[in-house]
C-alpha cells in the first residue's frame, strides 16, 4: 500500500461521520454524565500503571454504533446506508466473532444472513457490554493495556462527542475490572478548520471534567501522565510548525495542564522530512521536542524485503539518534491490512498478507532483537482497515466480500499479541517464529 493511502486513513473517517468542528468538547453534555464521575466501583492492578517500559498496548477506536444503541440510529463506522436491505455499503473487511457478546448488545443488519441462516448481528461500542467483553479478553489474553483513539475533531462536534465520551467511560471502567492501564492518543486528523484551541480546550476537558489524570490506571511515565499525539506533520494534515511547537509547548509547559509525557504519532521518516512527513525544516524541531517517537508504520511495508528496508533506514537509525537525544521509542505493529470495502477497491487490491501471523510476529521478534521496550499495536478493533487482533470470524455473512483469519482461531492474534508481549519484556527468549504452543488464556 502507498504512503498516501495509509496517511489519508482518517480523512475517509471524517467524511463517514461528517464531522464539524464548530463546539467545544463539553457542547450537549449533561452534568450528571457517567464520564464526569471518577471511576469508583471493582478495580484491579495486574498491570503496572507507572511505566511505560516492557508494555505492548492496542490502539482502540470504539467508534462503531448500531441502530437503537441509544446513540442513533445508523451502523456508524459498518458501512453506509446498510438500514436499507441490500442498498448498503460495507466499509469494513473483516466481521467481529460475536459468540460471546450478549445478544442484548447487539443488532441484526436488515437483509443479511450466515451461512447457517441466521440474522447477521453487530455491536456498538456505545454500549458498556462490548467494551468490557474486550477488556476481560486483554486480560486473558496478557495484553498490557490501550491508548484510546479520541478524533479531536469528534470530541468537539455536538452530535459526536456523547458517543466519544460513552466509549471513553466504558473503557476506563473495564481497564479497571480487569486491571489493564490505559492513556490518551489524541488524534489530530482533521480539516482545515480545526485550530490549536480546539485540542486545548479538549485536554482541558479531559483533566478539568473526567479528571483522567487522577485515575489509578491511567498509565504514567516518569512520574507524568502519557499523551499520544499522533498526527502532526504528515502532509495531508493541515498543521503547521508554529501550531506543532504552540501543541508541544501546551502539553509539556503549561503550568495547569501541562507536565506530560508527550509522545509524538508521527511519519516514519521524521528524521529525514522525506516520505509522507512534511518537508518544512522547522519540522525537524518539533519532532525532537517531543518526550518519545512512535512511527505510524502501519502499511508502509508489506512483506520481510520491505520490513528489513524499513529497519535499516528507519528504525536502527532512529534508535541511534532517540538515545543520545535521551528520547524514548514507541514502535507500531500492524498484523496485515486491507480496507477494498471502505476505498471501494477490488478485493484483494489493497491486501497486506497476515502469512498466518508469521508476518505481525516478526516485527515483534525484529522490536526486540533492537531492544525496543514499548509496542503500539495498530489496532485492537480496526476492522475497516483490516488491522484488527481481536476475535474475528471465520465464516462472515453470505454475500458482501469480507476477508478472514484464513482459518486460524479466532483468538489467534490475541493470543501472539500476549505471547509478543512476555518477549518484548523479556520473559520469554526471542524467537523468529510463532512459538510452537502458545499459552491458553487465562479465564
Given amino acids: ?47 503496572d500503571a507507572t511505566t511505560l517500559d516492557g508494555k505492548v498496548l492496542c490502539g482502540y477506536q470504539g467508534w462503531f454504533n448500531t441502530p437503537g444503541d441509544g446513540w442513533g440510529n445508523q451502523f456508524v463506522h459498518w458501512g453506509r446506508g446498510l438500514e436499507r436491505p441490500g442498498k448498503g455499503q460495507f466499509t469494513v473487511d473483516l466481521w467481529p466473532e460475536l459468540s460471546e457478546y450478549d445478544p442484548a448488545d447487539l443488532t441484526e443488519v436488515p437483509g443479511l444472513k450466515l451461512a447457517d441462516g441466521s440474522p447477521a448481528r453487530l455491536y456498538s461500542a456505545f454500549r458498556k457490554g462490548p ?4 477488556t476481560r479478553w486483554m486480560r486473558e489474553y496478557g495484553i498490557d493495556g490501550v491508548f484510546v483513539s479520541r478524533f479531536v475533531g469528534e470530541a468537539a462536534d455536538p452530535g459526536r462527542s456523547r458517543h466519544v465520551n460513552q466509549v471513553l467511560a466504558n473503557l476506563r471502567e473495564g481497564c479497571h475490572r480487569d486491571g489493564r492501564v490505559w492513556a490518551m492518543m ?8 480545526m485550530r490549536t484551541q480546539a485540542v486545548k480546550d479538549d485536554w482541558k476537558f479531559l483533566c478539568d471534567r473526567v479528571k483522567i489524570r ?16 499522533w498526527g502532526l506533520g504528515f502532509k495531508d494534515r493541515p498543521w503547521t510548525p508554529e501550531q506543532g511547537e504552540e501543541l508541544v509547548r501546551f502539553f509539556k509547559d503549561d503550568p495547569k495542564y501541562g507536565g506530560t509525557y508527550l509522545i509524538g504519532g508521527i511519519d516514519p521518516h521524521w528524521r529525514t522530512l522525506k516520505g509522507a512527513s512534511r518537508p518544512e525544516p522547522a519540522w525537524a524541531a518539533v519532532y525532537r521536542s517531543f518526550d518519545a517517537i512512535s512511527p505510524w508504520d502501519a502499511g508502509r511495508y508489506r512483506d520481510d524485503a520491505s520490513m528489513d528496508h524499513l529497519r535499516k533506514e528507519v528504525w536502527e537509525p532512529d534508535l541511534a539518534e532517540l538515545k543520545g537525544l535521551g528520547k524514548g521509542y514507541m514502535s507500531t505493529a500492524f498484523p496485515g491490512f486491507s480496507w477494498d470495502n471502505l476505498m471501494h477497491r477490488s478485493p484483494g ?12 510476529w516478526r516485527q515483534f521478534a525484529i522490536f526486540r532483537e533492537l531492544g525496543v521496550r514499548t509496542v503500539f499495536v495498530g489496532m485492537f478493533d480496526e476492522v475497516d482497515e483490516g488491522t484488527a487482533i481481536y476475535k474475528v470470524t ?8 469480507f476477508l478472514t483469519y484464513e482459518g486460524m482461531p479466532a483468538d489467534w492474534y490475541l493470543r501472539l499479541t500476549g505471547a509478543a508481549s512476555r518477549m518484548i519484556r523479556g520473559d520469554d527468549p526471542i524467537s523468529w517464529t510463532i512459538p510452537a504452543n502458545l499459552e491458553e488464556p487465562k479465564r
Fill in 1 to 47: 500500500m502507498a504512503a498516501r493511502d495509509c496517511v489519508a486513513r482518517t480523512l475517509v473517517r471524517n467524511c463517514l461521520l461528517g464531522v464539524t468542528i464548530l463546539a467545544g468538547p463539553s457542547a450537549g453534555l449533561a452534568d450528571d454524565a457517567p464520564w464526569l464521575v471518577p471511576y469508583s466501583g471493582p478495580s484491579r492492578d495486574d498491570i
Fill in 349 to 360: 487490491a489493497t491486501r497486506i498478507e497476515r502469512r498466518g501471523g508469521e508476518f505481525y
Fill in 186 to 193: 489524541l488524534d489530530l486528523s482533521v480539516g482545515g478548520r
Fill in 214 to 229: 487522577e485515575d489509578s490506571r491511567y498509565l504514567h511515565h516518569q512520574g507524568k501522565p502519557v499523551v499520544l499525539l
Fill in 394 to 401: 471465520n465464516k462472515p455473512p453470505i454475500g458482501p466480500y
Fill in 131 to 134: 467494551v468490557l467483553l474486550h
